[in-house]
T-cell receptor, first 112, second 111 residues
Framework: DVKVTQSSRYLVKRTGEKVFLECVQDMDHENMFWYRQDPGLGLRLIYFSYDVKMKEKGDIPEGYSVSREKKERFSLILESASTNQTSMYLC???????????FGPGTRLLVL | ELKVEQNPLFLSMQEGKNYTIYCNYSTTSDRLYWYRQDPGKSLESLFVLLSNGAVKQEGRLMASLDTKARLSTLHITAAVHDLSATYFCAGGGTSYGKLTFGQGTILTVHP
């Protein structure tokens, strides 16, 4: 079974803090994705990566950065957290040549 | 830029009834995906539709794709309580698997 894990289920941070969200997949997938999920907006793509050290902006990259130093790990960084970044963050991975994205359990982030 | 819109956004059904969720998308999308999300859980893949006229069925759910109309439907037959969840459609997939999601449809099935 494919397993995508995220470092925290719930996180509370203060405005201005630097926040790291970690995602690890155990199936050697090339492609990894970070989404945020907000009610009524569905999932919106923040960044994705198709290989180690490679990254591409998604639809809403402002205020975020990412890091992929190892194939299995994809990190989302909030350089200076703001209250409008309070959201559910979902990580996903997908092997090249297959259709399905496999999602992690999500991290619910509250920025005070 | 691909945009995906679902309707309805909220659906309250009685057990045993049939209903359809609609997913419209704005530009060409080679493939269309349906996902399910249970409350407090992550997304689970239901269907991947890869070509015009594609139809897939699993239990009480059937998904179809009409690329000419830029429309996919998720039909629910004889709903049961266990189908209560949020359903998302998503288009795209060809560029590194990048997806654009609809807003989601919150389905509640009542006895």
């Amino acid at each position: 079974d494919v397993k995508v894990t995220q470092s925290s289920r719930y996180l509370v941070k203060r405005t201005g803090e630097k926040v790291f969200l970690e995602c690890v997949q155990d199936m050697d997938h090339e492609n990894m994705f970070w989404y945020r999920q907000d009610p009524g907006l569905g999932l919106r793509l923040i960044y994705f990566s198709y290989d180690v050290k490679m990254k591409e902006k998604g639809d809403i990259p402002e205020g975020y950065s990412v890091s992929r130093e190892k194939k299995e790990r994809f990190s989302l960084i909030l350089e200076s957290a703001s209250t409008n970044q309070t959201s559910m963050y979902l990580c996903a991975s997908r092997p090249t040549g297959q259709e399905t994205q496999y999602f992690g359990p999500g991290t619910r982030l509250l920025v005070l | 830029e691909l945009k995906v819109e679902q309707n309805p956004l909220f659906l309250s059904m009685q057990e045993g009834k049939n209903y359809t969720i609609y997913c419209n998308y704005s530009t060409t999308s080679d493939r269309l995906y349906w996902y399910r999300q249970d409350p407090g859980k992550s997304l689970e893949s239901l269907f991947v539709l890869l070509s015009n006229g594609a139809v897939k069925q699993e239990g009480r759910l059937m998904a179809s794709l009409d690329t000419k109309a830029r429309l996919s439907t998720l039909h629910i037959t004889a709903a049961v309580h266990d189908l209560s969840a949020t359903y998302f459609c998503a288009g795209g997939g060809t560029s590194y698997g990048k997806l654009t999601f609809g807003q989601g449809t919150i389905l509640t099935v009542h006895p």
